[in-house]
Structures are given as C-alpha cells and as structure tokens.
C-alpha cells in the first residue's frame, strides 16, 4: 500500500533489515471482485478501499509478485490434489476471484505441504 504514494525504492531501503518470510502467500484478487466482497459485507468503506487506489494497490502487487499461479514456485499438481515445489522462488498466487471455501482449503493445503505436515491436520 506505501508504494502507491511512496517511491518504492525508499521502502525497500527501510524494509532492508525485516528478516526474509519463509513464504509469501499473494491472493490475488480482480479488484472489481474485491469491491464486490466489500459492498456485500456491509462494514463502512476504509480509506484505503477506494476502487481507484484498489486498483493501483493490484497493479503494484501483479508488477512484483505476478499476476498468475502459472508464475508461482508453489503450483498445484496437475489434479489439484496436492501441492508441487518448483524452485527457486518461495511464493504462492493463488487465484482469489474463487469462492472463499475453495480459497481457504487452497490456503490450508499449501501452508500444510509447506510446513511438512500430514494432509489430515
């Protein structure tokens, strides 16, 4: 969100001592679906909700990360049954615009293939 009104490469400067994540994990959402979700949730819009600064927010996130699970290390196997490492990255896209029960079993099965764990967890 900083890197919107902010040079971005001040922030890298003062992000520089953050330590590295294990994963990082881009759900990404068309922002016209993230309005949507938004207007049906029936909180007051936040500042940083605009559909105008939404949109931006996106672009900045699709220019670093990707815009496409095909541009991600971690991608599930061909059934989608499990998932499969190709390196050397250590980010996931997962494609957001699915329904949020797809989204969290997604979620749960990447953090768990990460992590070592059994499937059953």
């Not at 605009?50 to 996130?61: K, L």
């Not at 768990?112 to 059953?120: A, P, V």
Request: hydrophobic share 35%; with cysteine.
């Amino acid at each position: 969100y900083q890197s919107v009104d902010l040079d971005p490469r001040w922030i890298a400067q003062l992000n520089r001592f953050a330590p590295d994540p294990d994963l990082v994990v881009y759900l990404r959402v068309d922002p016209r679906v993230a309005a949507t979700r938004r207007d049906t949730r029936g909180a007051p819009t936040e500042i940083f909700e605009t559909n105008p600064f939404q949109r931006c927010v996106s672009a900045r996130y699709d220019a670093l990360l990707g815009s496409s699970p095909k541009q991600s290390a971690w991608r599930p196997s061909r059934d989608g049954s499990r998932w499969r490492y190709f390196p050397p990255g250590i980010a996931a896209i997962l494609d957001g615009n699915q329904p949020i029960d797809v989204l969290q079993r997604r979620l749960r099965d990447l953090v768990t293939t990460f992590l070592g764990l059994s499937q059953k967890v």
